[in-house]
């Protein structure tokens, strides 16, 4: 049994910064990518970022990048999402994801991608 627990959400001012946190549990887990998405009520899921396992290679949406960056700490089997400069339309639950096997890079920008999931963590930013 595979369970992801997120942390680190919160309320911050606009022009803040927050940490996301994401540890994958569960015996010999070892993630071939993780990734987050977030989502705002009446919307789909949006891709944020990923990173290959292995490879370490990180991928960003355009909305984000500069500002974000996705880490992982192998040993730990934990993903991170530092975010820098927030805005207040990065207001949303931001979900952490794992896929579990090889796929083609291209399936990890979308939600269906994905094999597991976390409860979501708010983030919340104002003006």
């Known amino acids: 049994q595979v369970q992801l627990i997120e942390s680190g959400g919160g309320l911050v001012q606009a022009g803040g910064s927050l940490r996301l946190s994401c540890a994958a549990s569960?015996?010999?887990?070892?993630?071939?990518?993780m990734g987050w998405f977030r989502q705002v009520p009446g919307k789909e899921r949006e891709f944020v970022a990923f990173?290959?396992?292995?490879?370490?290679?990180?991928y960003y949406a355009d909305s984000v990048k500069g500002r974000f960056t996705i880490s992982r700490d192998i040993a730990k089997n934990t993903v991170y999402l530092q975010m820098n400069s927030l805005k207040p339309e990065d207001t949303a639950v931001y979900y952490c994801?794992?896929?579990?096997?090889?796929?083609?890079?291209?399936?990890?920008?979308?939600?269906?991608?994905?094999?597991?999931w976390g409860q979501g963590t708010q983030v919340t930013v104002s003006l």
């Open positions: 569960g015996r010999t887990f070892s993630p071939y990518a």
């Open positions: 990173t290959g396992w292995s490879s370490g290679l990180t």
């Open positions: 994801a794992a896929a579990g096997g090889v796929r083609d890079y291209s399936a990890l920008f979308v939600a269906r991608g994905y094999d597991y």
